[in-house]
């Protein structure tokens, strides 16, 4: 295990709220080497006892009551002051230390990852078995992302670069994975002539505070759908692959995202919906809209196609959006209804379990819809009733501990869990599609007020079953 960790933008939101309170945690359950040394590099000028002393504070909170942790793991901190717009600052800065394997972990806004990486080349960081992280998104379109792929590549190979989807490190997606690939019974149906429909839904109470500058460059589009829900689709659509190492599973997802339908300027108007909210009140506080000059979205509904055999005509809906009224990340798979419909009520098409639906935040559970008889004696036929087999699964679904289990794997050199550039570009590919013929057709963000379910627009694209709200359910 690798154990020398630099860690660029260290004194960034990520770092401060998720990157340093796993590595504390990591450190109590004896997870880190011993001989683990964390640089943390960053722009502002600072001694190690200031960084220290700044991070201190800032995990106060987000870490374990155990203060003695804490201060193990400061005192592996050095703190190096560089412009990481300058590669030959940087290469300068760290060069000392290139004695022993390393990860260099990106923290950092993607215009920055070029300059690094070659700084750190220089300084013989990427040499050997020496790793690169990254953290989306990766670029801002596919002429950028390939321009930043094709740029790391001339400095270390593919092998050694981890790009980070922290959606990947949570327990209850790669669940997905195994309750597909894993029961007779889901492996049987898992294709068209069996599914309807399948709904992925990413909704959020937070809003964009705090990252207006960002966000207003970027847009719920290429914040969540780029990379969170589209790695969610390859995960539920991807072929079996072989094996279960990291290249047959990116081979697999690539595949899928490669397949997605693109775009038109027609599809977007009947098959999309952007949102903005307004002003609301989201868990009973009252709260501000997204006031900004860009005319950037805050929710997406997309209806989108998978063309291959597997997936021929069902409908893939994703919709995400920010400051709606619940938290809560589901995928809901819908089956077609039977083929010869026996029984009086409910009428087919009318009621419709046979579905299956996977939340994996904030709880974890999965619940199979069914049909099944209540038979009661003044009913002279018989009735059926949807009824559901409910299990709750007891994974955390934290961003925190999803880094936990990315640092891990980052330390040991396991790629499974990462992106791989190929799949960067794919999904690339379909998003800019959407974002070409938004722009070409000038399609507006609909106001929704904070609080509430997005735009009235997007109704018909939000997850099925009966009366279902992620919140009423
Ligand atoms: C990040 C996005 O990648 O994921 C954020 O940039 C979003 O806008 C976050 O809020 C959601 O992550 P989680 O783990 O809280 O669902």
Redesign the pocket.
């Known amino acids: 295990m690798h154990d020398t960790l630099l860690l660029f933008g260290a004194t960034g939101d990520l770092s401060q709220r998720y990157l340093f309170p796993s590595l504390v945690h990591l450190w109590r359950d004896r997870l880190l080497p011993p001989a683990f040394r964390i640089v943390a590099v960053g722009r502002q000028e600072l001694s190690d006892d200031d960084f220290r002393a700044w991070l201190r504070e800032r995990m106060a909170g987000e870490v374990a009551d155990d203060q003695t942790v804490v201060e193990e793991l400061l005192g592996k901190i050095t703190y190096v002051s560089v412009d990481l717009r300058d590669e030959t600052a940087i290469s300068t800065a760290l060069a000392s230390y290139a004695d022993r394997p390393s990860v260099s972990y990106l923290a950092t806004p993607p215009d920055l990852f070029v300059p690094c990486a070659k700084g750190l080349k220089a300084a013989g960081l990427l040499e050997g078995e020496s790793r690169l992280v990254l953290e989306?998104?990766i670029g801002r379109d596919l002429a950028s992302a390939r321009e930043i792929n094709a740029a790391l590549k001339a400095c270390l190979d593919e092998s050694r670069i981890f790009r980070i989807?922290?959606?990947l490190g949570?327990a209850a997606v790669q669940n997905l994975l195994a309750l597909r690939l894993g029961n007779t019974l889901l492996e049987a149906v898992w294709e068209h002539r069996w599914i309807e429909s399948v709904d992925i839904f990413?909704g959020?109470t937070?809003g964009?505070d705090g990252?207006e500058g960002?966000?207003a460059n970027?847009g719920?589009l290429r914040?969540?759908v780029q990379?969170?829900m589209l790695q969610l689709l390859a995960l539920i659509a991807m072929e079996p692959p072989s094996v279960l190492d990291a290249d047959s599973i990116r081979d697999e997802k690539r595949k899928v995202l490669r397949a997605l339908r693109p775009m038109s300027n027609d599809d977007v108007a009947s098959r999309t919906v952007r949102g903005r909210y307004a002003a609301g009140v989201v868990e009973g506080r009252a709260v501000k809209g997204f006031v900004h000059e860009s005319t950037v979205e805050t929710f997406v509904a997309v209806e989108t196609y998978i063309d291959n055999w597997r997936w021929a005509g069902v409908p893939f809906r994703l919709v995400t959006g920010?400051r709606l009224a619940e938290?809560a990340?589901e995928v809901v798979v819908s089956f077609r209804p039977t083929s010869h419909w026996l029984f009086e009520r409910p009428r087919r098409g009318r009621e419709r379990p046979n579905r299956l639906r996977m939340r994996l935040?904030p709880d974890e559970t999965i619940e199979l819809g069914l049909m099944g008889s209540l038979a009661a004696p003044e009913w002279g036929a018989m009735e059926l009733k949807p009824m559901s087999l409910d299990l709750s699964m007891s994974g955390s679904?934290?961003?925190r501990i999803?880094y936990e289990r990315l640092i891990v794997d980052v330390l040991r050199g396991n790629q499974t869990l990462f992106v791989r550039d190929d799949e960067v570009e794919a999904a690339w590919h379909w998003i800019d599609s959407i974002e070409t013929a938004w722009t070409q057709t000038g399609q507006p963000a609909l106001e929704y007020p904070a609080g509430s379910w997005g735009p009235s627009e997007a109704e018909r694209y939000l997850p099925p079953t009966n009366g279902y709200r992620p919140g009423n359910s």
């Open positions: 989306k998104p989807d922290h959606y949570k990413v959020e937070a964009v990252r960002y966000y970027y719920a914040d969540m990379n969170h920010k938290r990340t935040q679904p934290q961003r999803a």
